[in-house]
């Protein structure tokens, strides 16, 4: 049965692409929200010290 075998790889493939570009979106929404929090909290120490 070479065609199940065929098909099970692209099917590997395939969740192995969607799995590393979604690691990828992870990895820069984890960047934008220290970068977010990092605003937020220089933010807060500026408003705190302005008091």
Do not use: C, K
Not at 9 to 31: D, F, K, P, W, Y
């Amino acid at each position: 049965m070479p065609q199940a075998r065929y098909r099970r790889t692209t099917t590997s493939h395939a969740i192995h692409a969607i799995v590393r570009r979604s690691g990828q979106m992870a990895g820069e929404l984890l960047a934008l929200t220290s970068l977010f929090l990092g605003l937020f909290a220089s933010l807060l120490t500026a408003a705190s010290f302005l008091h």
